[in-house]
């Protein structure tokens, strides 16, 4: 069975830094493009980076460019997103998503709140 | 503002036909890209419904199908059913942006 678990996330102060963990099991990672997708509260879903099976190729949202950093390792199937200089408007749940039809497998989600 | 637009609401008493539209551009949608749709039931993650247009991945019932024409692209659910309650969303690529966008989500209400 796939699964996808997030972790990582929780509150921090505007200007702070966290880094989201993203467990894969149940298939390959390194066979699929991951993305990371977020979505504030009570809004809609809002694509934040994805990177390549082998992590050569990387892309972000003008959003969060520059202060986000999306990265994977095959090895202990697990994909990162490494959050840096946060903002009240990063406060959203962030899912860690597979590529292949579409997006499809997601994870539950882990909210992240910016907030002093 | 989302690059590609969908309506913001929609109903249909059970047993009806609803369809949701994705307004994109020739940058996105117009250029060949690809569109998918999810559904997202109340507190849980989205889960996808239609991919690469119009295909449905297996367990989803045959009541959605996916459209493509032009610039846009429609979502049709047909003998509503109570448990079809949710938000929808189409996603796509956008060359421009070099980005995956996503439309505004489509609140759906079953009468």
């Known amino acids: 069975e796939v699964q996808l678990v997030e972790s990582g996330g929780g509150l921090v102060q505007p200007g702070g830094s966290l880094r989201l963990s993203c467990a894969a099991s149940g298939f390959t990672l390194s066979n699929y493009w991951m993305y990371w997708v977020r979505q504030a509260p009570g809004k809609g879903l809002v694509w934040v980076s994805r990177i390549s099976t082998d992590g050569s190729s990387t892309n972000y949202a003008d959003s969060v460019k520059g202060r986000f950093t999306i990265a994977r390792d095959n090895a202990k199937n697990t994909l990162y997103l490494q959050m840096n200089s946060l903002r009240a408007e990063d406060t959203a749940v962030y899912y860690c998503?597979?590529?292949?039809?579409?997006?499809?497998?997601w994870g539950q989600g882990t909210l992240v709140t910016v907030s002093s | 503002q989302s690059v590609l637009t969908q309506p913001p609401s929609v109903s249909g008493a059970p047993g009806q036909r609803v369809t949701i539209s994705c307004t994109g551009s020739?940058?996105?949608?117009?250029?060949?890209?690809?569109v998918h749709w999810y559904q997202q039931l109340p507190g849980t993650a989205p889960k996808v419904l239609i991919y690469?247009?119009?295909n449905r991945p297996s367990g989803v019932p045959d009541r959605f199908s996916g459209s493509k024409s032009g610039t846009s692209a429609s979502l049709a659910i047909t003998g509503l059913q109570a448990e079809d309650e949710a938000d929808y969303f189409c996603q796509s690529y956008d060359r421009s942006l070099s980005a995956s966008v996503f439309g505004g989500g489509t609140k759906l209400t079953v009468l």
């Open positions: 690469s247009n119009t």
């Open positions: 998503v597979r590529a292949d039809k579409g997006l499809d497998y």
């Open positions: 020739s940058s996105n949608i117009g250029a060949g890209h690809d």
